[in-house]
């Protein structure tokens, strides 16, 4: 399950005043030094239980008339920082199940029952109110191939509240949760690690039941290009993608070039013949997905 993080105690601080100390001193979360500064300075934070109110309170007053890139806000998520040196800051907020929202939106709205890991690090501290229930795992991430249906091998570690003052650091590709509403409204701060090569990592969804992966929740830009390119474009656009589907470090985006080649096919026999050259194309994740499609045609 993330870390428990000891934190030091001391008094609360501004948000400007937490930025500040986090941009100079950086956050690399595999650093240890670095991580616990940043879980100071994140429980401090956590402390000062009127800042958060406070500034929605200003932008409500001020109806966002400040063009203020720092403040951005969704029915969940209120950005706290520019992304900047490696990290960025934001709250979330978690209605229980007895809300309006939840009960006009659902709970997979909220990313609740949806059993996932991340492609990212980031440290949380529970802010407001009981905070969300997680069912917490553990899995090997390197032993994984990325295919739906895969055994994961979860390791089942325990339930538990993000309670106020709490101090977790969810570990990338390591950490699992499935997270519950909490028992009343809640808001969790958090600092997160941003990378651009994150975004070539894969996030996974599990079957708990099955102790399966369920399939990749992680998909980029550059896989909906090329299906657009692929889509609207003329033999370029079919070369690249089957470049891509032969080449491509990331599994993930040459599965995108064998869907998008797919989507040309004039029949099941065509895209047959396409999977089966798949099942050749050397990834493991790429040869069990293909499979998986012609297995589909052979039942329609």
Known sequence: MPRVMEVAAAPPCNLDECITAITDAGFEPGEEESLQHGANWLARLGRNKSFLGDMMLDELANRHCEDDPRSAYGPQVIMLSRP???????????????????????????????????????????????????????????????????????RFVERSALSEGRVLHYRAHRDVHRQLPPKSLSVSLNILKSDPAQGWFDQYRFDIERDEIAGIISHGSGEVFLRCAVGMGGAEAVDIAERFGHQHPSDRMRLAAWEARAS?????????????????????????????????????
Request: proline residues 4%; charged residues 30%; glycine residues 8%.
């Open 264 to 300: 040309l096919c004039g029949d099941d026999t065509e895209q047959d013949a396409l999977w089966r050259d798949a099942e050749r194309s050397g990834s493991r994740m790429i040869a069990m997905e293909a499979k998986r499609r012609r297995a589909a045609l052979a039942e329609t």
């Open 84 to 154: 900047a040196e490696g990290f960025f800051m934001r709250a979330n907020i978690w209605p229980s199940a007895q809300e309006h929202s939840y009960r006009a939106s659902g709970s997979s709205s909220f990313v609740y029952d949806l059993p996932h890991d991340h492609n990212f690090d980031f440290l949380t501290v529970g802010y407001f109110g009981p905070g969300y229930e997680s069912d917490y795992y553990e899995y090997d991430f390197d032993k994984a191939q990325g295919y739906p249906g895969e055994k994961a091998n979860l």
